[in-house]
């Protein structure tokens, strides 16, 4: 490999690796049991699966079609869409959860009805902490499975539709099956951004410990008064992103 090249690559490596590394050695690991065992530590993780799972659920709700809208319908503006729906992946979080408030929020655009109709008030809620997950983790969803569904094959719907079956039996027979691995690859990295989601959820849903406290604001908190605590937070975050890594690595890191 040329030197010119070599050199920047190890640079690059040493500066990716290195904060991981220091993580690791700087880990209490005499006192990590204690530290993990804590009720607080549970109660936060205990949300953070829960909350997680539960917006990757919503993601897969309203993700799938939409990324079927915006893979196999043609109309006018679907690019500009398609540039919507994936703000969020670019949009600074905590403008996430301002936009959240001032649409959700007990004044906001659609929220002052929801109190008013419903009596429902999401923000500084558990609910809001899987709307806040959702909006930051649906776009991983949505451009895995619009990729599949545009790399599948349009003749199979084409021949069931003409055999008799509807769109929708069509999509739900034949494509659906056909794009299971994007779906599931989606699905998977929808789950591991709402886990470690932080900046939508502590400016919407606020930092209550048992109630929308996750894993990451347990891990700012805990810096400011216990860093040997934050530091065995953090390598649970750490474990489960390897774990991630781990179940994507034969969509996505390797070669054909």
């Not at 794009?179 to 989606?186: D, V």
């Not at 410990?209 to 937070?233: E, H, S």
Request: charged share 10%; net charge neutral; proline share 7%.
């Amino acid at each position: 490999m040329p030197l010119p090249l070599l050199l920047p690559a190890v640079v690059g490596l040493v500066f990716l690796l290195l904060p991981l590394a220091a993580l690791l050695v700087r880990a209490p690991w005499s006192s990590l049991p204690e530290q993990l065992t804590s009720t607080e530590v549970w109660d936060a993780l205990r949300l953070s699966l829960v909350c997680a799972t539960a917006a990757t659920a919503v993601s897969l709700v309203l993700g799938v079609p939409l990324a079927w809208l915006l893979a196999r319908a043609d109309f006018p503006g679907r690019g500009l869409v398609r540039a919507l729906v994936t703000l969020p992946l670019v949009l600074p979080p905590v403008v996430g959860g301002v936009a959240l408030l001032l649409s959700l929020g007990r004044n906001g655009v659609v929220g002052q009805w929801l109190d008013a109709w419903f009596g429902v008030t999401l923000p500084f809620s558990t609910a809001g902490v899987v709307i806040a997950e959702a909006f930051v983790a649906m776009p991983f969803l949505v451009i895995s499975v619009e990729g599949t569904l545009r790399a599948a094959d349009p003749r199979f719907e084409e021949a069931a539709m003409t055999l008799g079956a509807s769109r929708f039996t069509a999509f739900r027979r034949v494509t659906l099956p056909l794009i299971m691995p994007g779906i599931a690859a989606g699905a998977v990295l929808a789950w591991a951004r709402a886990l470690g989601e932080f900046g939508a959820t502590i400016t919407f849903a606020g930092n209550f410990p048992g109630r929308t406290q996750t894993m990451p604001l347990a891990v700012y908190l805990a810096l400011q008064n216990d860093p040997a605590a934050a530091v065995a937070l953090s390598l649970v975050l750490l474990a489960v992103s390897i774990a991630v890594l781990a179940g994507l690595r034969d969509r996505w890191m390797t070669v054909s």
